[in-house]
């Protein structure tokens, strides 16, 4: 049985995302400037993103690295938004997009296949530190 095939597994997935979104909230408190916690947070969305490009390319389909490019820049001029305005609610909303954009991909509603642990694991991480965002640096 596979982690997607269980629902132990998606339990086990997202209590990982949280614990990780945990350090993530305070790693980013423990900063000097809000704002550098701002821009770390807008770098790491971007990064996050991207991680669907190595998804695309394993599918192997040419429509998976189109459709994932795209969300890709959607996801990383959001970051940018936030730093250019210096909005933590465009971050937030970046990080919260990327969470319904992760669940958009099991099973394979979006065309790339990603690994079964990955929707729930990236949803509670990219929900809990959109809140984060919101009530720390908002």
């Known amino acids: 049985m596979t982690v997607a095939a269980s629902t132990g597994g998606w339990q086990r997935a997202a209590l990982v995302g949280a614990l990780l979104a945990l350090l993530t909230a305070a790693f980013v408190a423990l900063l000097p400037e809000p704002t550098n916690g701002l821009q770390f947070l807008?770098?790491?969305?971007?990064?996050?993103?991207?991680?669907?490009?190595?998804?695309?390319v394993a599918d192997g389909t040419t429509r998976a690295?189109?459709?994932?490019?795209?969300?890709?820049?959607?996801?990383?001029?959001?970051?940018?938004?936030?730093?250019?305005?210096?909005?933590?609610?465009?971050?937030?909303?970046?990080?919260?997009?990327?969470?319904?954009?992760?669940?958009?991909?099991?099973?394979r509603?979006?065309?790339?296949?990603?690994?079964?642990?990955?929707?729930?694991?990236?949803?509670?991480?990219?929900v809990l530190v959109g809140v984060f965002v919101l009530a720390w640096l908002a």
């Open 42 to 56: 807008a770098v790491l969305l971007g990064f996050i993103a991207g991680a669907y490009l190595g998804f695309a």
């Open 65 to 107: 690295l189109v459709v994932e490019a795209a969300g890709i820049t959607v996801f990383v001029s959001l970051a940018a938004a936030s730093l250019w305005f210096v909005s933590p609610g465009l971050l937030a909303a970046g990080y919260v997009a990327h969470g319904i954009w992760d669940v958009a991909h099991h099973p």
């Open 109 to 126: 509603a979006i065309t790339t296949t990603v690994a079964g642990w990955y929707p729930p694991f990236c949803l509670v991480y990219d």
